[in-house]
Structures are given as C-alpha cells and as structure tokens.
C-alpha cells in the first residue's frame, strides 16, 4: 500500500503540474464510450447492474470520476424501454458528445395478475355464486315444503357450495379483507349456543362485525342446521329454523355480491398495479395466497385438529364438523385450488396461463421450485388419500396419518414463503404467531 | 504538457484512484461488506434510543421450566396431580409463581416445534410421559427406597421411576435439546425462517423489525436467564467452556448472537447466516458432549449408587436432545429414530438397573463420534 500511496502522490503532482501548464490551451473535447452493451434487457425484476461509461481526455487525468448518469431512471419492477445518458465534462469546461443506453425491462407482473384474475379470481367467484343461488332456490322449496326430499336436495346444494367455497376463500383481499369475508364464510369453530339463542329469539345481526357473529353464520352454521340438529327439528312444525337457514343464505350471497362487484369494479387497477410495495396488487395476492395456505389450509384444515399446536387434539374443529364425512373432500379441493392457482390454470379447463410458475421461470430458467411444489402437492395428495372420509374418526383412531398428512402439507410452506418469494424479491406481509 | 505513462506502477495506482472514488451509486453499499458490522460489547441494540432487543417470552417459559423441574425435584411427595403438571406444562398454569400463570406462554406448543408433526407428537408424549410417572408412580413413593423396577428414593435426593431414571432430569435434559436447542437451530436461526422474516418494518411499538425479533428469540432461549439461574443449554454451555476444547465457547456462541444480530440491523444476509451457523453448530456440539461425557460419568461411578442413577438420567435426557442438533447441512447429527434406539437400549428390561458399563461406555463413543 505504501507503493501505492506514493503514486498516488506523484499523480496529484502530475495534474497539478498539468493544471498549472494547460490551463489556457485545452480546447480538446473529451471522449465517452459506453462501458457494456447499447441495448441491455433486463428480465423484470431482476437487478440492473450500471456499467457506466469511460471518459478519456488528453489533458484531465481524473476525468473519469465527472462522468454523470443521467435520464430515466429504471424501475426493474415496471416493464418498459428506459433511456440511461451518460455526460462529462472536463476541467476546462469541455462538454463530451452524451451517450445514451437503452435498457429495457421485459414482462412484468401485469400479465401474470391479468391471467390470475380474470381467469382464476373472477371465474372462481362467479362459480362460486352461481352455486349459492342454487342453494338459495332449493333451499325456498325446502322452506315452502320441509320434505325429506327437498332437504336432500338442500344438503347436496351445501356440499356443492362449500367445495366452491375452497377456491373461493384464498383471496383475502380488498373487500373481503375489509368485511372479514372468511370469518363470515368459514369460522370452522361455529357457536351452537349463539345460533340457537339467534334462532329462539328471531332477532339478530349477521352483518354486525364481531366474532360471535362470525362464528354464528356461514357454512359451518349450515352445517349445523343440516347436520347437526336433533332430527327432525329442521324440518319440524316452527319454520324458525328454516328461517335461519334463509337468512343464512342471503348474508352469504350479499358478501359474496359486494366481492364480486369489488373485483369488477377495480379489475383494472388491480391488474395494471405493477409496483413491488407491501400494497402492490402482486404482493398482496401473492402474500396472502400463501397465509391461506398456511393458515387457512394447513393449520386449520389439518394442524389445528392434529393437536399439532400444542398437544391438545381438536377433532371438533375440523371442517364439516357435523357433517363429517366431507372433510377429507373439502381438503382435497383447497388442494387442487391452491395448487391450479399456483399453475396459472384457467378455471374449469386445463389450459394454463401466466403465473407464479411461470413467472418463477421467466426470472431463472433453471428453476427447480415449480417441480418441488408439484411434486409436494401429488405426495400430500396421495398421504390424504390415506386418510378416512371423516377426520372426526381418523383422529381419534390413527392420528398418526393425520399428522403425517400435515407434514405432507407443510411441505410446500417453505416452498412459496421462503423459495417464491425470495425469487419475487417479496416481502412477507405476515409473521408467524409464535405468541411472543 | 502531455501525460505520460510514468510505468505499470502508475497505471495500477491510477487504477485503483478511479475504483476507488470511482462510480457513484454503488459504492453506498459498501458498508455490507464483512468488516463494516459494527459490533456492540453486549448484546444490546436500539433505534433512537429504544432498545429493539426482546425475548421476555423466551424469559417466562426458561422459568417455567425452572418451577416444574423443582416440583419434580422435591425432596419429598409435594402432591401434585398428573393433570396439575400437565397443566403448568401445556397450558402455563397453575404456577406456585403467580407471575408465570395466564403470560399466554406454553412449554407444551414449543418443544419440538420445529420437528415433524409426527416426530412433535413423540416429543410431546415424551414429557407428558415424565409428568404422569413422576405423579402417578414416583411422588408417592418417594418415602420408600428406590429399587430394581420399583420407584422411590436413591441416597438422599435421587428420584427414580422403575426403570431408574431421575425423571427431573430427564424432564430438564430433554428440554436443552426440545426447547432451547430446537427453537433456536432448527427455528428462529434457520435459513428458513429467519430469511424469511420481513427486515424493513418496525412493529407497531416502532422499535424492532420482525427479523431481529425472531433473533432475540433464539437468543433467548439461550441467554433469557442470569447464567446462575438457568437450569438449561446456557448452564451447559458455559460447564463445557471450562472444558478442553471448548475452551471460550460460551463467548464465542455470544459474540456469533452479537454480529449476527448485527448483521440483521446492517441487512447483510450471509454474515447473519454465518454466525447463525456458529451457534447453531457450537450449541449442537454441547448437547452431543455432555450426552457422551454423562454416559461414561454413570459408567464410572459405583454400581447402583444415586451418583450413577444421576449422572445416567442426565445422559438419557442429553441423548433425547441429540435429535435437535443442527449440523452443517442443517440436519439432526443423530436422527430421531436413532435417538429412539438408544433411548431404548437404555430403558431395556429393568432399565437403568441392568445396564453395563461397556454398554453406555459404547454407547457414549457412538455419540462422541460425530464430534
């Protein structure tokens, strides 16, 4: 270093001696080149490395160190073809000719939002509310002729629903984050006493916003009034509890509507959002596409009533609670919905689209994650197909298979939290609950 | 006057005036590069003069561990139910200790958390086990003399099951590997935590991000007590470090929890990652010690005697933990179903009572093996 330091001393020696000389005569103006290429293309979201550009002048020694980078500056998570300009100009004020740079930054998030959108979120829900107002009309004929018949009919409308449902419950965004949509929908943990005081008294609020509201509505509430009462009180002479079941239905369709209607409404928006904050449309589908598998898939579906939080096993939260024997059918379609979500499948077909996967290979060719989760999804496929029909009973009789079901599931969890979003250079909006 | 190129000396020195004031934009990140961490002397961080540092919970549960071991411990039968210990132990409550009742803070939800569903169900049991034996079949007779496959006292202080196991220290043994070691290796410093863990948003007190606070955490499972108050990993931990070679382990398990904890507030990932690699590596090397050194210590002592029932109930609790470690690849060195083996040979028969000293000195190799 020493050695160094020395010749830096002589270069400082050398331009003061320069200045002093040349003050008047340099009329030379410098000389920019490029460093790297004209035209650079910068996969979307990827880091752009500036090159910069070399200076060279007969006379300024340090000339080098003035080049000035200017023009737009690029926004690797906004596609688009950007204008870098280089300028420099030496100690006697001549100005070089500017070079530019053309960086582009190619495809972007948009086009995976449009496809998740409008041919996953949009379909899912109108699907979803289509199956609802099914449900409406024969539970009507049921409520104008309680028949056995037409509560069969009803029960079928239910399961039809609430498999519908699973596609449905991964998009906790906008207004359905706003009016606590899933709670509403699907608090497995469902209060028969809150319901039966609803019920006997007729007066009640299932849009007020609070837990025990929650937890006396949607699916899991239907589930009781199906599944779960005294046989024949349904159906019996008092139509008070038909009448719940009714008002059950219209709280779910009015959600599901105000949903739906806010999608509609900011398509657009939602879709050309292609900014990378916490609050950017990508961010916030991809952050919360994972909490539901994690949360909402995972711990409620499988980990909660393994006894996996805890050492207490909580056979009567698992989903269809009364029902039972569909609770395997309802994992298995929250599966296949999170899993075509991830695969970019356009709802009711096979054909794929832009997505999370192709995305994740659009930013590395090489990526081996898409074929980790896919492989991961088939091996908890074939670990649930071990489990019985009703988790009630497999819980009790072998919870071994049911933990090992949800470490079949958990799987995937470092996967999309951890692997995705690392390669998405997203942040995760949530943290664990470790109740610390 | 025209420049010229003195020599190749110049050249290189001009060279390295032009990287070194040289572009711009770049250069703010310099300060990521490894000697740019600035270290504090203790473990002690803060953002406009608020400390971000937290692991009160860490703190509660090492001192729940505390309340139970000493139940476990008495001297005589302290009437205590199997469901009065499971209740400290899974709910945390019903402590003699007010304090440590209704914190919302569990032993039961964090032993093994970072295991398999499967393996986690096996942990859990494994203390519940403890809990129920020590209730059901030590505490009442700890009046009698221990035996051959009858529970009671050894010497003046020994608690032993049938099998001749001391449960309180299989109790706390167990937890240096389940609690502490599984929180901080396989959890709060995993790469598949801590990386994932937001490093840009101060929580809502304004004071420390979730990625420092998940560090804390581990680093609380490990420092949350006084050095004399702690019954766990720090106690061995710093046992080990008066030992050849493990000589300053204890400080250097301190200063990798010190930068890389610094490493956090500096966002620089792989110096996080490096140190997370120490402790990890370090606390590993602890428990497969002293699950090695208690098996030959038992070995060593007279047959039948508490000094021999101890010292072989601390291996068998230090041989559960060998399942938490966290070696280089981020693997268990001893895998669960190995652990079971063992923990099996030990409890062979009438257990403790019929063991050898060539087994456990065996045994005890096995394990000092892999160091």
């Given at each position: 270093?020493?050695?160094?330091?020395?010749?830096?001393?002589?270069?400082?020696?050398?331009?003061?001696?320069?200045?002093?000389?040349d003050?008047s005569?340099?009329?030379?103006?410098?000389?920019?080149?490029?460093?790297?290429?004209?035209?650079?293309?910068?996969?979307?979201?990827?880091?752009?490395?500036?090159?910069?550009?070399s200076?060279?002048?007969?006379?300024?020694i340090?000339?080098n160190d003035?080049?000035?980078?200017?023009?737009?500056?690029?926004?690797v998570?906004?596609?688009?073809?950007?204008?870098?300009?280089?300028?420099?100009t030496?100690?006697?004020?001549n100005?070089?000719k500017?070079?530019e740079?053309?960086?582009?930054?190619?495809?972007?998030?948009?086009?995976?939002?449009a496809?998740?959108?409008?041919?996953?979120v949009?379909?899912?829900?109108?699907?979803?509310?289509?199956a609802?107002g099914?449900?409406?009309?024969?539970?009507?004929?049921?409520?104008?002729?309680?028949?056995?018949?037409?509560?069969?009919?009803?029960?079928?409308?239910?399961?039809?629903a609430?498999?519908l449902?699973?596609?449905?419950e991964?998009?906790?965004?906008?207004?359905?984050?706003?009016?606590n949509?899933?709670?509403?929908?699907?608090?497995?943990?469902?209060?028969?006493?809150?319901?039966?005081?609803?019920?006997e008294?007729?007066?009640?609020d299932?849009?007020?916003?609070?837990?025990?509201?929650?937890?006396?509505?949607?699916?899991?509430?239907m589930?009781?009034l199906?599944f779960?009462?005294?046989?024949?009180?349904?159906?019996?002479?008092?139509?008070?509890?038909?009448?719940?079941l009714?008002?059950?239905?219209?709280e779910?369709?009015?959600?599901?509507?105000?949903?739906?209607?806010d999608w509609?409404?900011?398509?657009?928006a939602?879709?050309?959002?292609?900014?990378n904050?916490?609050?950017?449309?990508?961010?916030?589908l991809t952050?919360?596409?994972?909490?539901?598998?994690?949360?909402?898939?995972?711990?409620?579906?499988?980990?909660?009533?393994?006894g996996?939080?805890?050492?207490?096993?909580f056979?009567?939260?698992?989903?269809?609670y009364y029902?039972?024997?569909?609770?395997?059918?309802?994992?298995?379609?929250a599966?296949?919905?999170?899993?075509?979500?991830?695969?970019?499948k356009?709802?009711?077909t096979?054909?794929?689209?832009e997505?999370?996967?192709?995305?994740?290979?659009?930013?590395?060719?090489?990526?081996?994650?898409?074929?980790?989760?896919t492989?991961?999804?088939?091996?908890?496929?074939?670990?649930?197909?071990?489990l019985?029909?009703n988790f009630?009973?497999?819980?009790?009789?072998?919870?071994?298979?049911?933990?090992?079901?949800f470490?079949?599931?958990?799987?995937?969890?470092p996967?999309?939290?951890?692997?995705?979003?690392q390669a998405f250079?997203?942040?995760?909006?949530?943290?664990?609950?470790?109740g610390? | 006057?025209?420049?010229k190129?003195?020599?190749l000396?110049?050249?290189?020195?001009?060279?390295?005036?032009?990287?070194?004031?040289?572009s711009?934009?770049?250069d703010?990140?310099?300060?990521?590069?490894?000697?740019?961490?600035?270290?504090?002397?203790?473990?002690?961080?803060?953002?406009?003069?608020?400390?971000?540092?937290?692991?009160?919970?860490?703190?509660?549960?090492?001192?729940?561990?505390?309340?139970?071991?000493?139940?476990?411990d008495?001297s005589?039968?302290p009437?205590?139910?199997?469901?009065?210990?499971?209740?400290?132990?899974?709910d945390?409550?019903?402590?003699?200790?007010?304090?440590?009742?209704?914190?919302?803070k569990?032993?039961?939800?964090k032993?093994g958390?970072y295991?398999t569903?499967?393996?986690?169900a096996?942990?859990?049991?494994?203390?519940?086990?403890?809990l129920?034996?020590?209730?059901?079949?030590v505490?009442?007779a700890?009046?009698n003399?221990?035996?051959?496959?009858?529970p009671?006292?050894?010497?003046t202080?020994?608690?032993?099951?049938?099998?001749?196991?001391e449960?309180?220290?299989?109790?706390?043994?167990?937890?240096?590997?389940a609690?502490?070691?599984?929180?901080?290796?396989?959890?709060y410093?995993?790469?598949?935590?801590?990386s994932?863990?937001?490093n840009t948003?101060?929580?809502?007190?304004?004071?420390?991000?979730?990625?420092?606070?998940?560090?804390d955490?581990?680093?609380g499972?490990?420092?949350?007590?006084?050095?004399?108050?702690d019954?766990l990993?720090?106690?061995?931990l710093?046992?080990?470090?008066?030992?050849?070679?493990y000589?300053g382990?204890?400080?250097?398990?301190?200063e990798?929890?010190?930068?890389?904890?610094a490493?956090?507030?500096?966002?620089?990932?792989?110096i996080r990652?490096e140190?997370a690699?120490?402790?990890?590596q370090?606390?590993?090397?602890?428990v497969?010690?002293?699950a090695?050194?208690?098996?030959?210590?038992?070995?060593?002592?007279?047959?039948?005697s508490?000094?021999?029932?101890?010292?072989?109930?601390?291996?068998?609790?230090?041989?559960?933990s060998l399942?938490f470690?966290?070696?280089?690849?981020g693997?268990?060195y001893?895998?669960?179903?190995?652990?079971?083996a063992?923990?099996?040979k030990?409890e062979a028969?009438n257990?403790?009572?019929?063991?050898?000293?060539?087994?456990?000195e065996?045994?005890?190799?096995?394990?000092a093996?892999?160091l």
């Open positions: 270093m020493i050695r160094n330091y020395f010749y830096l001393v002589l270069i400082t020696l050398f331009c003061a001696a320069c200045e002093d000389d003050r005569n340099d009329n030379s103006t410098p000389i920019l080149i490029l460093n790297g290429d004209y035209e650079v293309f910068i996969k979307y979201g990827n880091d752009y490395i500036e090159l910069g550009a200076a060279e002048d007969d006379t300024d340090g000339i003035k080049v000035i980078i200017g023009g737009d500056v690029v926004d998570f906004k596609t688009g073809t950007y204008v870098v300009t280089y300028d420099v030496d100690k006697d004020n100005k070089a500017q070079v740079r053309i960086v582009k930054v190619i495809i972007d998030r948009s086009s995976v939002l496809n998740l959108t409008d041919n996953i949009l379909p899912s829900y109108n699907a979803f509310r289509s609802l099914d449900f409406k009309s024969v539970a009507n004929a049921y409520v104008n002729d309680p028949s056995e018949i037409n509560l069969t009919t009803v029960k079928e409308h239910w399961l039809a609430y498999k449902w699973q596609h449905v991964m998009f906790d965004i906008g207004k359905a984050e706003e009016i949509f899933n709670q509403r929908m699907n608090a497995y943990r469902t209060n028969t006493t809150l319901i039966e005081a609803n019920i008294s007729g007066n009640y299932l849009s007020a916003d609070n837990e025990p509201s929650y937890l006396s509505q949607g699916f899991p509430a589930d009781y199906l779960g009462l005294e046989t024949g009180v349904l159906g019996g002479a008092s139509d008070k509890y038909r009448n719940y009714e008002a059950l239905v219209d779910m369709i009015s959600n599901t509507d105000l949903c739906i209607a509609n409404a900011n398509r657009d939602f879709v050309s959002d292609a900014t904050t916490a609050t950017s449309s990508f961010n916030k952050n919360d596409f994972i909490y539901y598998y994690e949360k909402g898939l995972r711990a409620n579906k499988v980990g909660i009533p393994a996996y939080f805890g050492g207490f096993k056979p009567n939260f698992v989903e269809a029902k039972q024997d569909v609770s395997k059918v309802l994992l298995l379609e599966m296949t919905a999170t899993e075509n979500f991830f695969l970019g356009k709802y009711g096979e054909q794929t689209g997505s999370f996967k192709t995305y994740l290979e659009t930013l590395d060719a090489e990526t081996e994650l898409p074929k980790e989760i492989d991961n999804y088939e091996a908890a496929r074939q670990q649930i197909a071990k019985q029909d009630v009973i497999q819980i009790k009789t072998n919870n071994l298979e049911f933990l090992r079901t470490d079949a599931i958990q799987k995937n969890v996967k999309f939290k951890v692997h995705m979003l250079k997203i942040s995760p909006d949530y943290a664990d609950a470790d610390d | 006057m025209k420049l190129l003195v020599n000396g110049v050249l290189a020195a001009s060279m390295l005036v032009m990287t070194s004031c040289g711009n934009d770049n703010l990140d310099d300060n990521d590069g490894s000697d740019g961490i600035q270290l504090p002397e203790t473990y002690s961080f803060s953002v406009n003069g608020n400390s971000t540092v937290s692991f009160s919970g860490q703190t509660t549960r090492l001192n729940m561990a505390n309340a139970i071991y000493a139940v476990l008495a005589s039968d009437g205590v139910s199997k469901e009065e210990l499971e209740n400290m132990f899974l945390g409550a019903g402590f003699t200790d007010a304090t440590l009742n209704g914190t919302g569990k032993l039961g939800n032993v958390g295991q569903a499967e393996v986690n096996t942990v859990v049991d494994y203390f519940t086990g403890i129920e034996d020590y209730a059901e079949n505490a009442p700890l009046g003399v221990a035996a051959d496959g009858i009671g006292m050894s010497g202080n020994r608690q032993l099951n049938a099998k001749g196991i449960l309180d220290q299989a109790f706390a043994k167990g937890l240096i590997g609690l502490c070691l599984d929180q901080v290796a396989n959890g410093l995993s790469y598949e935590k801590i994932g863990a937001d948003d101060r929580d809502e007190s304004g004071y420390y991000t979730d990625m420092e606070h998940y560090w955490e581990g680093y499972y490990v420092y949350g007590l006084d050095e004399g108050d019954i990993l720090q106690k061995y710093a046992k080990d470090n008066n030992e050849s070679g000589e382990n204890n400080a250097a398990v301190m990798a929890f010190i930068k890389g904890r490493a956090i507030v500096a966002s620089d990932a792989t990652d140190q690699a120490i402790v990890s370090k606390l590993s090397e602890v497969i010690n002293k090695s050194y208690y098996l030959n210590s038992a070995a060593g002592k007279a047959d039948y508490a000094d021999y029932f101890h010292a072989l109930s601390e291996g068998y609790g230090f041989i559960f399942q470690t966290y070696d280089a690849n693997n268990p001893f895998s669960h179903a190995e652990v079971e063992m923990l099996d030990l028969g257990g403790f009572w019929d063991r050898t000293d060539t087994e456990l065996e045994m005890a190799d096995d394990i093996a892999k």
